[in-house]
């Protein structure tokens, strides 16, 4: 969501809705947010002619302000942007030979100055180049000068938005020479009633666009818009309008103005006495008309006559509860239906118009007090070949199956953002072949199924572009079965929030070009992950567990154009090497601060690397130099081959305990400070199974801790002296035997491991016992491929049989868990 995708945007720009909802809307999928922007703001200075201060967001915009001091218009200020602000200051009176300072941008804001009651003619007369000017929320301007717009030859947008005007014939006099002008904006000024004289200075402008919305309209004369020859567009929403006039005005505009767009949100509307409003729209050339926040309860075929050039319809938040199957019968050339926000328990059957090509059902599952289902089961779209966007988030859907989007071969864009959705069955997207968006952020697919992320999952989508998958508890992405691999054309991948620990490499996603995995507990990495995106541009990492940068990482960030790594804890000590030029430069405008020791966490580590806090170089005389060293080698070989040591020390100490050598204690002992309950002892293969068990035991009482060599090895030692330490640090060993456990050569050396490191209690006779060893076994195993050790485990011990019936499931687990408890009482601490 970082980076524009101009295919998609081109794509539908023709065809966007004035009000597309935030999260739908092709323009807003990605954020183009750029380094700069993110930058804070540069103090440019206080004007000590007019007492303003102001301020710059490089390469955005200049403002001045000063509400209790800036009492004119600035004029000794520098600044290097095109749009500049001036807001919130004392100023009354604006005049000729003011905008010395600004007349060169192109956006120009004057808004919220309370005080400013006059704009004098000829304000504006050296600004040939401004193109947008807003001259909004100043409530004591009541009036503008005859004249004070001249000058704005190439002025294209007007804002004049609550201001504290009443007489439009007071405003639109000075808006005769704008002879560029396309969009007009009055919304929000108490304009009660719209004349015909209104609007007749504007007879020969280009106006296509006018806002009227929630200015308290009580009465429009007939012909009040007929002066505007090229208005297209006209927005009268928020007002409370007499249905019979309204009626009459659009009758007389049809024949004089091309109007297209007719906006009438929330102007108290009822479904019974829109008749003779609906008979007018009909005759009119109007082709996108919006009803939202009125009320139509129920839609049916006589709610709406023969409007054969409406494409667009709007009736978000209108209360409906119903839809009946010829509702829209009338409307041949509907292209846009917008039904979010209303009451509808299911997807109507008079919504699935077979013209459609984009279809807006969201928020329509009540609320938490009044929730109800939203079933897509079935082929509910298999006649709906057209459409190309549907949105479905934010409804109680709970399931996808593989017949739910059945027939949709054209669809482009797909939106399932909080939909609660808890299954999604292998092959439901697989109609989706020209899918280019897909949203699923927020669902809870993952919570009670670890494994639903499936390589199946996305089977038919091999045209995706983007895939949202933020917030839905994902845990592990299996890097064999990647549940990406049919996702080649793959360009944004969102898996921020979830609770991933390590990332899998996105080998199969060439043409990625831009990933956030931000929020999640990822940990550094020692191997490449990102060899194979090559077209990798932007990385968004915040709020993860990164202490440090590893090699691996700074290699795989090389050709980024942005890195965003902020919010995780890093430590900030001599071991610190970031001093790669092409990460400071990506992280220059961050601020990334120390979290670790105490005494940096003021400081951010850049300043922390410029600074080289607490690495000094200390000369030492050369005999303690030697000292030093030869003590630190040998303490070092100590601890390196600590384990191996203490194994050998452990045979040794058995043996002779055995043979009587040595003399046995008398006391009961018990070892109870290990850092896991269970060692795990596996084969790759059974991975799947490991995972299952991570999550049943771990995440439920009495919530067992294992020992996972994937996720808990120290990461950069020998395997042997991982597995000698980590068993020992377990209570107890868990051998997961299988058949390929059994042809494993490393699963047999570990079964041995456990076998002769089995620690032994004495109980009140002096007797070694014995409980520490569980094994669970996978299915049949060849005794061909089994060694001695694993035959005599088998024979000699009771073992755990993992069982497919749901039922012997249920009982595996319970025993498994009460194998595994750590005991209640505990007599003394030992750790070996």
Known sequence: MYIVITLLVVGFAARSFESCPEDFCPALWTKTTTPSQESESVFLGEDKESGCRCREYPGRYSFCFGRATCHAFPKNITFNTDTFLLKATQIFEIKPGD?????????????????????????????????????????????????CFDGLVNLEKLKLVKNGFVELSEVTPSLIKLSKLTKLELSENIVKKITEQDFQFLKDSPLEELHLILCQIEDIEPKAFNSLKNLTSLRLGENNFNTTTLARVIEETAGNVPLKLLNLYATGLRKSSLKDLLLAIAKTNITSLSLARNQFEVISGETFPRMPNLEILDLKESLVLNITDNAFVGLPNLRTLLLSGNKLASIPEGALLEQLTYLDLQLNSGDAFSATYFSLYGEKFVNMKKLKRLNLSFNTIHALYNTSFKGLENLEILALKNATIYVIANGSFADLRNLLFLNLEHNLFMKNHPLALNEDMF??????????????????????????????????????????????????????????????????????????????????????????????????????????????????????????????????????????????????????????????????????????????????????????????????????????????????????????????????????????????LENYPPYIKLCVYERDFEVGTLISENVLENVAKSRKTL???????????????????????????????????????????????????????????????????????????????????????????VNENTYL
Not at 578 to 607: G, H, Q, S, Y
Not at 782 to 806: A, F
Request: charged share 20%; proline share 3%; aromatic share 12%.
């Open 99 to 147: 905008m010395k300072l600004v007349t060169g941008v192109t956006t120009l804001q004057i808004e919220a100055n309370f005080n400013l009651s006059r704009i004098a003619s000829g304000t504006f007369l050296e600004m040939v180049a401004l193109r947008n000017l807003s001259i909004s929320y100043n409530t004591n301007l009541r009036f503008l000068e005859k004249g």
């Open 735 to 825: 051998l997961i035997i299988s058949n390929s456990y059994a042809k494993s050569q490393w699963c047999r050396w570990e079964s041995q491991i456990a076998e002769h490191h089995r620690l032994f209690l004495q109980n009140e006779n002096g007797e070694y016992v014995d409980d520490s060893l569980i094994l669970i076994k996978l299915g049949p195993v060849n005794e061909t491929h089994m060694t001695p050790t694993l035959k005599y485990l088998l024979k000699t011990r009771i073992y755990l049989q993992w069982d497919v019936d749901d039922k012997k499931q249920k009982i595996f687990w319970e025993k498994l868990r009460e194998a595994l408890a750590p005991p209640k009482e």
């Open 459 to 696: 089977k038919g989508l091999q045209n995706l572009r983007v895939l949202l998958l933020g917030g839905c508890g994902i845990t592990f992405i299996d890097r064999k079965a990647s549940p990406f691999k049919n996702l080649q054309k793959l360009r944004h991948l969102g898996l921020e929030h979830n609770k991933l620990i390590i990332l899998p490499s996105f080998e199969v996603l060439v043409n990625l070009r831009t990933i956030d995995v931000s929020g999640n507990s990822l940990q550094p990495w020692q191997i490449s992950i990102f060899y194979k995106n090559s077209n990798l541009k932007d990385v968004r990492m915040s709020g993860n567990k990164f202490a440090y940068l590893t090699n691996a990482m700074v290699e795989d960030f090389k050709n980024l154009t942005h890195l965003e790594i902020k919010d995780n804890p890093y430590t900030c000590d001599c071991s610190l090497k970031w001093n790669d030029e092409r990460i400071m430069k990506l992280i220059d405008n961050e601020t990334i601060l120390c979290a670790f020791p105490d005494t940096t966490t003021t400081l951010t580590v850049k300043e922390f690397l410029q600074n080289n806090y607490h690495c000094q170089n200390w000369t030492l005389v050369v005999p303690l130099v030697f000292l030093i060293i030869f003590g630190g080698v040998t303490i070092f070989s100590l601890y390196y081959f600590r384990w191996h040591l203490r194994y050998w020390l452990f045979l040794t100490r058995l043996h002779l305990s055995r043979n009587r050598k040595i003399r046995r204690n008398t006391e009961v002992k018990g070892y109870v400070n290990y850092m896991y309950d269970a060692f795990v002892s596996y084969s790759n293969e059974d991975r799947n199974f490991v995972i299952r068990l991570v999550t049943m």
